[in-house]
C-alpha cells in the first residue's frame, strides 16, 4: 500500500545552550558582525551542536497506528515537532499525504479569561478545525467534555480536571487524517484518561493514520500495532508494537543492573576523570544486587582517565532513595594521600564493612581535585537493597520499620549501680 | 525497577476494550482515506528567502478572525469601565494636549477648534502605536501557540493590528460627537477614510511584522519600542499641522509615512483644505516598501522562531 507519511534521512541540530543564549541582545549581533572578518580568518567560532535527530527514515500506510517510543531526550518530541511542522529540519525531506493535526499539548491557546463555550471555538480554530465542523459537533462535544453546567464560565474558576477534559474533548473530535499526538494522555484523572483512550481508539479504528509517542507502555501497547523506538535521535528498533516495547524495557533493566554509566547520564565535572562503570560486588568478586545484613561488600569503579590526575580524591556516598546521603567515604581518609591517576582504564575498588539497615539505597560517586573542584560527580548511578536477614541466618533485623540507616557496632556494657552512687553524684553536681 | 513502574502504569492506564485490529490487513479495506499522489504536505529545510503563501493564509481565515476575536473579548475584560477605555484614552490625551499645545504654547490647527484638531490626528495615531506596540510582543506573548501548533505565524502580528480596528471605530464615533459639538460638518472628503484606514492598517502591518519578527530574537525591541514610539509621535503631524514646520524642513517630515497618512485623515474629515498629494504619495510608496520587505524579512526569520521564542 502506498505509504501516507514518507520520512526519508530527516535531520535536525540544535546548538547546545540554544534556549539560554538565544536571545542574544542587538549589540551582541552588532558586535559578530563586526567582528566577523576577523573570525572568518580563524574559522568559524565552534558552537558545540547536537543532533536531535539524525538520518530518521520511515514509512506509514494509512490505517496504521504507530508509537514511538524512547528516553528523555531521544528525539520523540523534535520528530513530532518537525511532522507537525512547527519547526524545520536540518536536512531531509517528509511527506504527508493527507490533512494532518497535531495534538502536543491540551489546551493550546485555551485563554483563562475567556469562558469554556468561547475556548471551544478558539481552541477549534487553532487546531485548525473549521467553524462549521465545531458548530455541528458542539453538542457532542460538551457531552464528552463533561461540562454542560460550567459553559459560560471562565475557564480560570475550572478545576484541572474540568480544565482537561473540555480541552481533549475538543482536541478528539478533530478529524484528519493524520493525528500526531504527544504525550497528552498523562494528564486528567483515571477514569477521563480511560475514556480519552477509547475515544482514541475509535479514531484508530476509523482508519486514521496515527503518530503517538508516550512513556505508557501500557497506552503504546494497546492503541499501537507498531512501534518505533528511538534512540539519541536515530531508530534503533522498528516493527512489531510487543517486540518493540520489551527491547525498550529489557534494555532499560540491563543498565541499571550492570551500573554501566551512559555518556549522557546526568553528571558535572571538568571531565578530565570518568566514571565508566559502577559495581557492587561481593568480598570474593561475585556481583550483587542484594546485601544481606551485616555483609561486608565491595564497590568497584571503572574509570576512564584521559588527562593524568595528580590529587585525585575519589568518594563514595551511599544515600537513601530520596537523596538523603547516608554516608561517604572518601579515598583520603585517615590522612591518606590523594590517587595519582594515569591516563587510560583504570578500575579502583572500595571495601565496606558496615550494616545497613534494610532499605533500597543509591551509590553516588565523586571524583574530585584535592582542592576541591570537581572532576565528575554522579548521584544515584547503582541501586541496591540491603536486606534484613543476615548471610548467615543468625543476625537479623528484627524489627518491620527500620529506625535509623546504619547499625554501628555497638559495644554494649553493664555494671551494678548503688542507690548511694546516685544520690551521690547528684550532690557532687 | 522499569518493569515494575510500568506494571503500575497499566493497572492505573489500562483501557476496558479489546487491543486494535486496525493494524491487520482484514480491517485495512474499512480505510476511508485515498492517499492522493501529491504529497499534501512537503517538509523539508526552506530557502532562505521565499514569499508568503497567501492560498496558506487564505486556508487560515477562520484563525485570524477567532484570533482577532479573541484579542478583542480579552482586552477589556476584569477592567471596571471595560470598553469605555477605548474612548476615555484618547479622549484625555485630546484634552490634555489642547490645555498645553493649543491654549498654553497656541499651535496653530488650520482653523479648526484645537480639541477636534488634535482628535483627529490621535486618531490614526493611536491606532498606529497601539497596534505597533501589540504586534511587535505578540510573537513573543504567543510563544506558547507558536511551540504547540502549526499556522502561518505571520497571522499572530496581524491580528494584534486587526483588533485595533474596532477600538478606531469606536473613537471615530466619539469624533463625530466631538465635530457635531463643535459645529464642524463633514465633506465630500470623508469617503477617502476607507483608503487611508487602509493604508494606515498595512503600513502598521509592515512594522508589525519587522517589529515582532525582530523582538523574537532580540528582546531589545520591547525596551527600545516605546521611547522610538514618543518621537516618532512628535516627529508626526499630530499635534500640530505640517504648516507648523518650516517651509524648507517640510520634506523631511514628509518622509515620515505617518505624515501623509495623518495629515491625509485631516484632509478627509475637515475637507478644509486639499489632500497633499506628495506626501500622500510617499506614504504609500513607503508603506509597499515597508510591507514587502517585512513580509519577506518574516519569512526568513519565522523558521527558527519555536526553537528560539
Known sequence: MKPIIKVEN???????????????????????AFRAPLRRRGGRAAHETIWALKDVGFEIVPGEVVGIIGRNGAGKSTLLKIL???????????????????LLEVGTGFHPELTGRENMFLNAAILGMPRTEIERKFDEIVAFAEIEKFLDTPVKHYSSGMYVRLAFAVAAHLEPEILIVDEVLAVGDTAF???CLGKMHGVTQQGRTVLFVSHSMAAIKSLCGRAMLLDEGRITCEGDVNTVVDSYLMAGSEMAQTGIIPDKAPRFGTGEVRVRRVELLDLNGAPLSQVYFGQPFRVTLTLEVSEDVEDAVVALGISSLEGTRILSTYNTDGGRPPAKLTAGLIK??????????????ALDVLICHQTGADIDVLSSVLRFEALGVAETGEDHYRWGTA??????????????VAEEDLTASDAAA | MSLRVDENVSAVAQPDFAPPSSNDPANQSNVLHVTPDKPVVVIKPTKAWAAIDFRELWAHRELLYFLVWRDVKVRYKQTLLGVAWVIVQPLFTALIFTIFFG?????????????????????PWIFFSNAVAQSSNSLVGSAHLITKVYFPRIIIPAAAVAAGLLDFAISFVVLGALMVYYGVSLTWGFLAIPALLLLLTLFAAGVGMWLSAMNVKYRDVRHLLPFVLQVW????????????????WRWILSLNPMTGIIDGFRAAIFGEKPFDRLSLALSVLMTVVILVSGAFAFKRMEKSFADVV
Do not use: C
Open chain 2, 233 to 248: 509621535m512628535f516627529a508626526s503631524p499630530v499635534i500640530y499641522p505640517p504648516t507648523f514646520v518650516p517651509e524648507k
Open chain 1, 10 to 32: 530527516i535531520s535536525k541540530q540544535y546548538r547546545l545552550g540554544a534556549s539560554r543564549q538565544s536571545y542574544g541582545t542587538l549589540r551582541d549581533a552588532l558586535a559578530g
Open chain 1, 403 to 416: 529506625h535509623g540507616y546504619v547499625r554501628p557496632d555497638g559495644r554494649w556494657l553493664a555494671a551494678e
Open chain 1, 348 to 361: 579502583i575498588a572500595v571495601e565496606l564493612e558496615i550494616t545497613l539497615f534494610p532499605r533500597n539505597y
Open chain 2, 103 to 123: 491654549i498654553l504654547a497656541r499651535v496653530p490647527s488650520e482653523g479648526i477648534p484645537y480639541t477636534v484638531f488634535a482628535f483627529a490626528g490621535l486618531l
Open chain 1, 84 to 102: 507537525s511542522r512547527i519547526t524545520e529540519p536540518t536536512s531531509g525531506r517528509a511527506e504527508l499525504y493527507g490533512r494532518t493535526a497535531s
Open chain 1, 193 to 195: 484518561q480511560k475514556k
